[in-house]
């Protein structure tokens, strides 16, 4: 079992900066694919970013050259940097692992999952 914790959400203006941390409570957690997920009011929770094992990474054509992730093993923290924030950003945003090495970008395909950090960008 991995247990996920968010943080670093808040309120920003739009052209900020925010970083989101993913901590885990398992040791393997480096061998984990990890995920970050967002869902905005009345819409469905859609990928954002993703770091395989080998931290070969992946983006959702919206949030390319703004959104940045980063794994830290020594700490079992997977970072989400976000800059030149947009209000289209808004949403809560999950992170979620995976004991697999390939990354995937279906919610289905997550086994654990934090409980969510609210990120709020004012226009």
């Known amino acids: 079992q991995v247990q996920l914790v968010e943080s670093g959400g808040g309120l920003v203006q739009a052209g900020g900066s925010l970083r989101l941390s993913c901590e885990a409570s398992?040791?393997?957690?480096?061998?984990?694919?990890v995920g970050w997920f967002r869902q905005a009011p009345g819409k469905e929770r859609e990928f954002v970013a993703a770091?395989?094992?080998?931290?070969?990474?992946y983006y959702t054509d919206s949030v390319k050259g703004r959104f940045t992730i980063s794994r830290d093993i020594a700490k079992d923290t997977v970072y989400l940097q976000m800059n030149s924030l947009k209000p289209e950003d808004t949403a809560v945003y999950y992170c979620?692992?995976?004991?697999?090495?390939?990354?995937?970008?279906?919610?289905?395909?997550?086994?654990?999952w934090g409980q969510g950090t609210q990120v709020t960008v004012s226009s």
């Open positions: 770091i395989g094992w080998k931290a070969g990474t």
């Open positions: 979620a692992a995976r004991p697999d090495v390939s990354i995937s970008i279906s919610t289905q395909e997550y086994n654990y």
């Open positions: 398992r040791r393997t957690f480096s061998t984990y694919t």
